[in-house]
């Protein structure tokens, strides 16, 4: 769930992330396990002015561990500039289940298809924050570098936006970048309808443009295609977090590679 121009309350962010709201570790994990609520950690990137305006969880098939499970939540702050079409966000990821620590991303929400990015680990490193500990002042620090990556970001965005790929290089980008969903390819599917824009204003052969219309369909899927029985398909949404994650930092890192 997303809304463009208010961030979610917390009744909202209860629904899609009750996992986030934990108020005990799994009974499963050892008793080394230290317990931090990601609902501490949101409490807290409150105070520093960033707000959850995108949110989901891990789907279980347990009940019981639904209460548990990965979450993922994209915040946003409102003293943070735009980047042309796209707004700077950090991609806040954990569980209660022992089974990952706080990871934070840096991230761009694109206004115009409503689709998140994630910026490969070569803009900004991932930060993990291990259970064993965890203070204010210390995601204050790691907040404070994210926002320090913002101007970097701003001066890669006008980058692709400078650079224009040839018809045989946009064909080469999207084979590359049928590979980040399909590391053995998929046969089923033609690149030439990966470049295929949704949108008028996506229309041109500048990399920022081809980059985000291929990423859009690579991960919110939609895109339809005959299979191998000639049945009429239509490409599914990437909905594992670490998967859409994963394949949107290769996806960022396959078009820097093109500047």
């Known amino acids: 769930m ?22 005990q570790q799994s009974p499963k994990v050892s008793n080394k396990y230290t317990f931090i609520s990601t609902a501490t950690v949101l409490d807290d990137m409150e105070r520093l002015g960033w707000e959850p305006f995108n949110a989901s969880q891990r789907k279980s098939r347990n009940s019981k561990d639904a209460m548990f499970t990965k979450h993922m939540i994209r915040l946003r702050n409102g003293d943070v500039g ?15 289940d022992g089974r990952n620590a706080f990871t934070l991303h840096a991230g761009l929400f694109r206004m115009v298809c409503s689709n998140g990015l994630v910026i490969a680990d070569t803009t900004f490193e991932q930060v ?8 204010f002042d210390e995601i204050r620090k790691i907040m404070d570098g994210m926002l320090e990556v913002v101007p970097k970001v ?21 084979s590359q970048a049928l590979l980040t969903r399909y590391p053995k390819g998929n046969e089923n599917l033609n690149v030439e309808d990966l470049l295929s824009p949704i949108r008028q204003g996506d229309r041109g052969d500048q990399l920022w443009k081809i980059f985000n219309v291929v990423q859009e369909k690579l991960i919110k ?11 009429m398909q239509k490409l599914r949404p990437i909905v594992n977090i670490d998967r859409r994650i994963e394949v949107n930092k290769k996806l960022w890192e396959l078009t820097e590679a093109y500047v």
């Open 2 to 23: 997303t809304k463009k121009n208010n961030s979610l309350t917390r009744t909202e962010l209860l629904e899609l992330v009750p996992s986030a709201f934990a108020n």
């Open 82 to 96: 735009k980047i042309g079409d796209s707004i700077p966000e950090v991609v806040l990821t954990n569980s209660h």
């Open 128 to 135: 993990k924050i291990k259970h064993q500990w965890y203070s």
């Open 154 to 174: 701003i001066t890669q965005v006008q980058e692709l936006n400078s650079v224009t790929l040839s018809d045989d290089q946009q064909i080469d980008f999207a």
């Open 221 to 231: 899927g939609g895109l339809v295609f005959n299979d191998k029985k000639e049945k």
